[in-house]
């Protein structure tokens, strides 16, 4: 896991040819730009027709994911102009999957936002599933449906999963939270620093560089 509160740019242009030509090395030829972007199967929140992707990738035992999830929820929501990528990547423990599977399935009732939300405000590190559980049961959720859901679609929860975590090793992740915003890379964000990496990606897009 790497704790840092500033922007780290680096290469990673998000467009076919030059999001594989930035990285470099023997993750270049793995990288599914359009799986990162547009995976039917990833949450998304924001406008969905921004003109700014951020995509989060994070666990929900990660601490420092907790920190700085308001902060993306409330530059998304006051910018307006801002579209949300969510890739569950529990490498954590074995409770992370248990997070990640029951907010996933959440989703085929339109709850997603509400379990990620509910386990994102557990406080702490190393929560254990019941702790998990409890949160979504609290969340709103129709717990019979989310079991029904779990157990029609477990399996493409878990390809999903697996998806995602290909996806972060293609691009060289090392730990959570790491965040794509617009051509920039960045791991622990707060407002301020999410405000910046905003403004520089629509500086990039509108130069052209």
């Given at each position: 896991?790497?704790?840092?509160?500033?922007?780290?740019?680096?290469?990673?242009?998000?467009?076919?040819?030059?999001?594989?030509?930035?990285?470099?090395?023997?993750?270049?030829?793995?990288?599914?730009?359009?799986?990162?972007?547009?995976?039917?199967?990833?949450?998304?929140?924001?406008?969905?027709?921004?003109?700014?992707?951020?995509?989060?990738?994070?666990?929900?035992?990660?601490?420092f994911?907790?920190?700085?999830?308001?902060?993306?929820?409330?530059?998304?929501?006051?910018?307006?102009r801002?579209?949300?990528?969510?890739?569950?990547?529990?490498?954590?423990?074995?409770?992370?999957?248990?997070?990640?599977?029951?907010?996933?399935?959440?989703?085929?009732?339109?709850?997603?936002?509400?379990?990620?939300?509910?386990?994102?405000?557990?406080?702490?590190?190393?929560?254990?599933?019941?702790q998990?559980?409890?949160?979504?049961?609290?969340?709103?959720?129709?717990?019979?449906?989310?079991?029904?859901?779990?157990?029609?679609h477990?399996?493409?929860?878990?390809?999903?999963l697996?998806?995602?975590?290909?996806?972060?090793?293609?691009?060289?992740?090392?730990?959570?939270?790491?965040?794509?915003?617009?051509?920039?890379?960045?791991?622990?964000?707060?407002?301020?620093?999410?405000?910046?990496?905003?403004?520089?990606?629509?500086?990039?897009?509108?130069?052209?560089?």
């Open positions: 896991m790497r704790r840092r509160d500033f922007i780290r740019l680096a290469a990673l242009f998000l467009a076919p040819l030059t999001l594989a030509a930035g990285i470099g090395g023997a993750h270049a030829q793995g990288v599914d730009v359009e799986g990162i972007l547009r995976d039917p199967d990833a949450p998304m929140a924001g406008n969905l027709d921004g003109d700014v992707t951020i995509v989060a990738f994070f666990d929900y035992n990660c601490p994911c907790k920190k700085a999830t308001p902060d993306l929820v409330r530059v998304v929501k006051e910018d307006g801002i579209r949300v990528v969510y890739k569950d990547w529990p490498i954590l423990t074995e409770a992370s999957v248990y997070g990640a599977q029951l907010a996933l399935a959440a989703k085929y009732q339109g709850k997603y936002d509400a379990v990620h939300d509910a386990l994102m405000a557990i406080p702490g590190r190393k929560i254990p599933k019941e998990m559980l409890e949160a979504v049961k609290g969340s709103g959720v129709d717990m019979d449906r989310l079991n029904l859901d779990l157990a029609l477990g399996p493409q929860i878990a390809t999903l697996k998806r995602n975590n290909a996806q972060a090793e293609s691009i060289g992740l090392q730990g959570t939270p790491a965040y794509l915003v617009g051509p920039l890379l960045a791991s622990t964000l707060d407002y301020a620093s999410f405000k910046r990496a905003i403004a520089e990606a629509r500086r990039r897009q509108a130069t052209g560089e």
